[in-house]
């Protein structure tokens, strides 16, 4: 039970509270959405730290789902009715490893040509890999009743409270790592916000962007959570009141995380990345505005990411050194969230045609950074798939190319 402090009542800022809608308003009344992002049905909501899509995964959200109190979670089963895998054209291409997404508020699993569906709460999304792929972490949503004050009215409110699941690749149920709710002593009783969980490489700190453990004295900004004890910390990075941050992305060798600094130039939303150094505890801007949604290159020298212009959204490759722009991956405007193979050679991403989105692939030869773009690949069709939940990929150790042999420095009798 979350301990809120009593005396006077610390009151949520000005705004009605995250997740929390009156009974019987919508939730869309209530939440301040800016900048346009993909074809005009994908829009960038700076007010809550999220990017909330319009466009396919029905309970993709992980709050418009039916929801299934009690039921159990299925094992691995596979329904190709509901997740249609395009087979390559190419037999010189191999997707490696398995891909996790969200579906109609449940979490799939891709790999070998294969769709097959892990969880049917109807109610989850956000899905990541554990550090040794062997399990996800997901968020869920789960309704309640809730009671609190907004500017001094005591009002009802119909909740969607978030908890932080992980759940066994193989099937089973999941098991809670952190519950959303706010419940002090009395009637009282409210709900923090929970998005992007996502592990560090360690397994031992979930890194995600929330107001918890108190929403009446934080926005919804980076902090850490500590797995073996529940603890959450936060990390005091600058920001943009009320508008914090989001995307956190561990990179390979756990010593940076990056996220993005949500910021807006009036009415016009200006998202960059920014990274967190774990040793010296200080961050560092990657990118100018207009990039979101960070994914690293297995070296940590470079990220995906997703970039928003006034004609949509585009997947490009930014140097993590320079914050230059090295590469655009897409230009159709209706590409977003990025996953970065660890083989290093592919790049997975969301797509949207009409209101459907789908997942594809685009193929990088050579050598970093001169890389050439190969022929964009669709891994799924029609898929119907969350626009909200970003993509994420891993692949055993011994499927992983070798490692390229490090250059030797040069001798001092070299010349430059």
């Not at 909501?45 to 396919?56: Q, V, W």
């Not at 062997?134 to 309704?143: H, L, S």
């Not at 626009?387 to 891993?394: E, F, T």
């Amino acid at each position: 039970m979350t301990s809120i402090p009593r005396g006077p009542r610390q009151r949520p800022t000005p705004r009605e509270p995250y997740g929390g809608t009156p009974s019987g308003l919508p939730i869309a009344a209530i939440v301040s959405v800016v900048g346009l992002l993909v074809v005009a049905i994908v829009t960038f909501s700076l007010g809550s730290g999220d990017l909330p899509f319009g466009i396919g995964g029905g309970g993709g959200g992980g709050g418009t789902g039916p929801g299934q109190s009690g039921k159990p979670d299925v094992a691995r089963t596979p329904t190709p009715s509901n997740v249609v895998v395009v087979p390559s054209e190419d037999p010189g291409v191999k997707v490696p490893g398995t891909i996790v997404y969200a579906k109609d508020g449940n979490i799939w699993l891709q790999s070998n040509g294969e769709a097959t569906q892990l969880t049917n709460s109807g109610r989850d999304s956000m899905p990541s890999f554990s550090e040794d792929g062997q399990a996800v972490y997901f968020v869920r949503t789960r309704q309640d009743d809730g009671l609190w004050s907004v500017s001094g009215v005591l009002k009802k409110y119909v909740l969607d409270i978030p908890s932080i699941l992980r759940v066994p690749v193989s099937g089973g149920t999941p098991t809670k790592i952190l519950d959303g709710v706010v419940d002090p002593a009395g009637s009282w009783k409210w709900m923090g916000f929970i998005r992007g969980p996502v592990i560090s490489p360690d397994g031992k700190t979930v890194a995600m962007v929330s107001d918890l453990p108190d929403p009446t004295r934080s926005d919804v900004t980076l902090k850490l959570l500590n797995v073996a004890n529940g603890r959450i910390t936060d990390l005091g990075l600058s920001q943009r009141p009320p508008l914090g941050h989001q995307d956190a992305t561990w990179r390979p060798d756990g010593l940076k995380l990056a996220y993005v600094f949500a910021d807006r130039d009036g009415a016009k939303g200006t998202p960059s990345i920014w990274a967190w150094d774990i040793k010296t505890k200080k961050s560092r801007q990657i990118t100018g505005p207009g990039y979101l949604q960070p994914s690293y290159s297995p070296d940590g020298r470079y990220i995906a990411a997703t970039k928003t212009s006034a004609f949509g959204t585009d997947v490009v490759i930014i140097d993590t050194s320079t914050g230059a722009e090295l590469l655009k991956l897409t230009d159709d405007g209706a590409s977003w969230a990025p996953s970065w193979s660890p083989a290093g050679d592919q790049v997975a991403f969301l797509h949207v045609d009409g209101q459907v989105v789908d997942l594809r692939l685009v193929q990088l030869a050579g050598s970093a950074p001169s890389w050439t773009v190969g022929e964009t690949i669709d891994l799924t069709s029609a898929a119907g798939l969350d626009g909200i939940s970003r993509p994420d990929w891993h692949i055993p150790a011994d499927q992983l190319p070798a490692p390229a042999p490090a250059t030797p420095a040069p001798s001092a009798s070299t010349t430059p």
